[in-house]
């Protein structure tokens, strides 16, 4: 085994980890999962993997930061308004297998319900909305299941008033700590619902790094270069596993219920090489096989915001038809056709000498067809005519036409 870890962060994952004797390391409670529950994690975890893996190749972010559990629980809501090859789809990019939708509801309830209590040394919170445009017609079932399994509120607002951009940004911002306090620049003539859920994390290492330590140290960046940081060090007892491909370091936070899970590819490996064989059943083996081992850790003082268009990368997945017209969302409304104009994830981490605060904010934009529709918000032309003869008074190209005054 090596002695020491320059921390490459491959991936991180709020999720315990158990090493040493459960009974005198671990001081958190275990949540009771079913076996239905734990097949549901495996599945979430793979959901984790791919999404991760979609969303690098098609980004040009360097640094990319993600909360796979909001983006699922968002999905999870807009799932109890779909039908059909809709529905199909998107259970199938989330990986639900051998689930009914009673199940799934009452996986997501309780997750949301048991995740935010079971480390009161860790802040924990999970949201959800859902905003409407007034007028539109909301079906009173579809509100009142997201209520009951997703705790999620609901409310009508006028889309064309900028106080519904502000009340909508002001939620993002309120549930996670200011820290992605807007989400929305603008809205839509044809967007008449939006659902949200937001994630805000903050926890600090059971062992923190002395900032006097910190140091410039070098980290050599996918293209081979050495780039300046701020490198973090300490020597302490942690979980470790080494495996044919990487390295495996665990760092518990607070009562030790969470965790970030830091993985290094071994030398002449890359990260990409070992998200090719990531899975959920070969992650939770290498935390099952870490032991109590004292590492030299150096590791990155960071902070990464992100915003991803997640469209592409689902419809990579296989969730096609939940962007079409064509979509099924007949749980939703019964109004015109309905479906996803766009799934937007917000994100932000700050991993210091402290700790980890981390948040994110998952968008997802319903539209609906609006009929015909002129919306003249790019050049034109125009003339003004008499009718009865059809002659031309003027002509005239609008390019730039600027605040009225």
């Given at each position: ?30 949540i ?37 559990l ?6 999870g ?26 199940d ?31 007028g ?66 903050k ?11 910190t ?36 760092m ?65 997945m296989?969730m ?27 994100t ?58």
């Amino acid at each position: 085994m090596k002695t020491y870890l320059i921390a490459i962060l491959a991936l991180v994952a709020f999720a315990g980890c158990t090493v040493g004797n459960p009974v005198e390391d671990l001081e958190a409670k275990k949540i009771e999962l079913t076996a239905v529950q734990e097949q549901r994690v495996f599945q979430d975890n793979d959901f984790a993997f791919e999404l991760l893996r979609k969303t690098i190749a098609n980004t040009e972010d360097k640094n990319v930061f993600m909360s796979p559990l909001s983006v699922s629980l968002a999905l999870g809501m807009v799932m109890n308004g779909a039908n059909g090859t809709t529905l199909t789809e998107i259970r199938q990019v989330l990986g639900m297998n051998g689930m009914n939708s009673t199940d799934v509801n009452e996986y997501y309830e309780l997750m949301q319900k048991t995740l935010p209590a079971i480390d009161l040394k860790t802040k924990l919170s999970l949201a959800n909305s859902i905003w409407y445009r007034n007028g539109f017609n909301v079906k009173p079932s579809f509100l009142k299941i997201n209520s009951d399994y997703f705790n999620a509120t609901s409310q009508g607002l006028d889309f064309a008033s900028p106080a519904a951009l502000e009340t909508i940004n002001g939620w993002c911002s309120d549930n996670t700590n200011k820290l992605i306090p807007k989400v929305l620049d603008q809205i839509d003539g044809s967007t008449v619902m939006f659902l949200l859920n937001a994630i805000y994390f903050k926890g600090n290492w059971v062992t923190k790094f002395n900032k006097d330590k910190t140091f410039t140290g070098e980290f050599v960046n996918d293209e081979g270069k050495n780039t300046e940081v701020d490198m973090m060090q300490l020597k302490s007892e942690f979980g470790y596993y080494e495996d044919d491909v990487a390295e495996y370091l665990c760092m518990p936070y607070g009562n030790k219920a969470f965790s970030m899970i830091a993985i290094l590819p071994d030398e002449g490996k890359s990260t990409d090489d070992v998200l090719r064989v990531l899975t959920a059943e070969k992650f939770s083996d290498a935390v099952k096989k870490m032991s109590t081992e004292e590492v030299q850790v150096y590791f990155p003082r960071f902070k990464v915001k992100n915003k991803f268009q997640l469209k592409p990368m689902l419809q990579a997945m296989g969730m096609l038809q939940a962007f079409e017209p064509s979509a099924d969302f007949g749980g939703i409304s019964d109004n015109r056709p309905l479906w996803i104009d766009y799934v937007q994830h917000d994100t932000y981490v700050d991993v210091n000498e402290e700790g980890t605060e981390a948040a994110a904010v998952t968008t997802v934009a319903f539209k609906e067809s609006a009929g015909l529709m002129f919306r003249a918000d790019k050049p034109f032309l125009f003339m003004i005519r008499e009718q009865s003869t059809g002659i031309i008074l003027f002509v005239g190209k609008i390019s730039n036409p600027g605040k009225y005054s």
